[in-house]
């Protein structure tokens, strides 16, 4: 092994790991902790009772999801009451 290899080694694990401590902070603002989650769910409903809870994820007859915000869905999600 060359010093230049050692050293592009090197700079690749030392990028790796600053990358990964940037990107704590986005991850921290885009998936917020379950915990945090409900408090804000609970304070919702405190101030506005009469905000209703979102009905669990499902599948419809033409393969799309309903009640679900992220781009992967699980795989073994139930079919929604209109596609049984």
């Known amino acids: 092994m060359t010093r230049s290899q050692w050293a ?3 700079a690749t694990i030392v990028l790796t790991i600053i990358a990964g401590v940037v990107s704590f902070d986005y991850v921290n603002r885009r998936f917020p ?7 804000a769910q ?3 409903e405190q101030t506005d009772p009469t905000a209703a809870k979102t009905p ?7 393969g799309s ?3 679900w915000s992220w781009p992967n869905v699980p795989m073994l999600s139930p079919k929604c009451e209109s596609a049984k």
């Open 8 to 10: 592009i080694g090197i």
């Open 33 to 39: 902790a379950p915990a945090e989650q409900a408090a």
């Open 42 to 44: 609970d304070a919702k």
């Open 56 to 62: 669990a994820a499902c599948v419809e007859r033409d």
């Open 65 to 67: 999801w309903r009640n």
